[in-house]
């Protein structure tokens, strides 16, 4: 089974500056996806980011990109230029290839971006 | 991004009583559907998995009998809290898989707040 590990419960970051989410992830496949979904108050979960195990590149949607370690197991979230709206939950994701299209979610970070 | 369409977004209801909660993807077809259930400050635990056409497929220690799913088109997925109890007091929600192209996207719906008193 695959184990998805948000270590920080919470976190804060100045108006226009930059915060990392981390996650760290465990299986034993090799062919996954990985997401970063944000919750915000209203709770509609909207997909930020999505990166294929199989392509080194790291994904970047406009100020949102991720560092992701194959190797390490490891799918971080960097937000540039934090804006109030990106205040919310972020929940990291894991989905095996072509195994019904399950997510496993991570257990949450609670960004709170401050002016 | 698709969309996904949840009704209804907030119920109450009195103990015993059933509650159905509806789950449509406007602009896709949804061949894969799921339910979870989401604590307060939580994470989401999936339930089960609708395909339509066939039977749900649940996660350990959800009961089928209680949480009834119907998937019977490609665009609708229901789920019904039988005898609700205030237990069953939760926020509910349902996603749907893109499955077009190799995105392998889900997009969730805005979710439904079940309060049984």
């Known amino acids: 089974a695959q184990t998805v590990t948000q270590s920080q419960p919470e976190m804060s970051v100045q108006e226009a500056e930059t915060v990392t989410l981390s996650c760290t992830y465990d299986t034993s496949e090799n062919n996954y996806y990985l997401f970063w979904y944000k919750q915000p108050p209203s709770r509609q979960m909207i997909l930020v980011i999505r990166?294929?195990?199989?392509?080194?590149q790291n994904a970047t949607e406009n100020r949102f990109s991720v560092n992701f370690q194959k190797a390490a197991k490891s799918f971080s979230l960097k937000i540039s230029d934090s804006q109030l709206g990106d205040t919310a939950m972020y929940f990291c994701a894991f989905m095996k290839a072509n195994a019904g299209n399950m997510l496993t979610f991570g257990g949450g970070t609670r960004l709170m971006v401050k002016p | 991004g698709a969309v996904v369409s949840q009704h209804p977004s907030r119920v109450i209801c009195k103990s015993g009583t059933s509650v159905k909660i509806e789950c449509r993807s406007l602009d896709f077809q949804a061949t894969t559907m799921f339910w979870y259930r989401q604590f307060p400050k939580q994470s989401l635990m999936l339930m089960a998995t609708s395909n339509e056409g066939s039977k749900a497929t649940y996660e350990q220690g959800v009961e089928k009998d209680k949480f009834l799913i119907n998937h019977a088109s490609l665009t609708l997925s229901t789920l019904t809290v039988t005898s609700a109890h205030p237990e069953d007091s939760s926020f509910y929600i349902c996603?749907?898989?893109?499955?077009?192209?190799?995105?392998?996207?889900?997009?969730f719906g805005a979710g439904t707040r079940l309060s049984v008193l």
């Open positions: 996603s749907a898989r893109d499955g077009r192209g190799a995105l392998n996207i889900q997009y």
């Open positions: 990166q294929e195990a199989y392509k080194q």
